[in-house]
Structures are given as structure tokens and as C-alpha cells.
């Protein structure tokens, strides 16, 4: 019988969707390396350097007030945000 359960378990588990395993914190990540790659220009986040090699600093999009706002710290991130990535819809 014990046999049986565990087998049981590992069929629940392979059948659970791999975002609704994911830690919260890998799914932040997840929304952030998107947030990031869908960003039209190269200077998304702070941290990140445009063309010429120079820190985007103060330049970035995260930085100015208006137009494109790209989630670049975990902080950006939002429980709603999680939520719609878990659910399938993206933030």
C-alpha cells in the first residue's frame, strides 16, 4: 500500500504546473528577466550600460518619471504581480 501512495504522490507532483512549484522569489525573478528583455531600448535599469559601455545610472528607464516603468529590483515586484504570473496573465 505504501507503494501505491508513493507512487500516487509522484504522479500529483509531475502533474502540478512547474510555475505552481516555483518559490515566489524564483517567480520575481522570472518577472523581472522578462520585464527586462521586453524593454525596447538598453537602458532599462540602472545597473545595466548602454552602447558605449557606461553605467545607465540616472539615464535609465526605472529612473525617469513617465513612459516605460521596467521592474529591475525585487522590490518592483508586487504580490499581484506573482499572482498574474502564477495565473498565467503577465504583469
Known amino acids: 500500500m505504501r507503494?501505491?501512495?508513493t507512487a500516487f504522490g509522484l504522479l500529483a507532483l509531475a502533474?502540478?504546473?512547474?510555475l505552481a512549484r516555483?518559490?515566489?522569489a524564483q517567480v520575481k525573478q522570472r518577472i523581472i528577466e522578462q520585464s527586462i528583455a521586453?524593454?525596447?531600448?538598453?537602458?532599462?535599469c540602472p545597473y545595466n550600460?548602454?552602447?558605449?559601455?557606461?553605467s545607465c545610472g540616472r539615464r535609465?528607464?526605472?529612473?525617469r518619471a513617465?513612459?516605460?516603468?521596467?521592474k529591475c529590483y525585487v522590490?518592483?515586484?508586487t504580490a499581484r504581480d506573482v499572482a498574474a504570473y502564477r495565473a498565467g496573465s503577465r504583469p
Not at 502533474?15 to 512547474?18: K, L
Not at 521586453?38 to 532599462?44: A, F, K, L
Not at 550600460?49 to 557606461?54: C, E
Request: proline residues 9%; hydrophobic residues 25%; aromatic residues 2%.
Open 15 to 18: 502533474a502540478t504546473p512547474t
Open 60 to 63: 535609465s528607464a526605472h529612473s
Open 66 to 70: 513617465g513612459g516605460e516603468a521596467p
Open 3 to 5: 507503494v501505491v501512495l
Open 75 to 77: 522590490g518592483d515586484v
Open 38 to 44: 521586453s524593454y525596447s531600448g538598453n537602458c532599462p
Open 49 to 54: 550600460t548602454d552602447r558605449a559601455g557606461r
Open 22 to 24: 516555483d518559490s515566489d
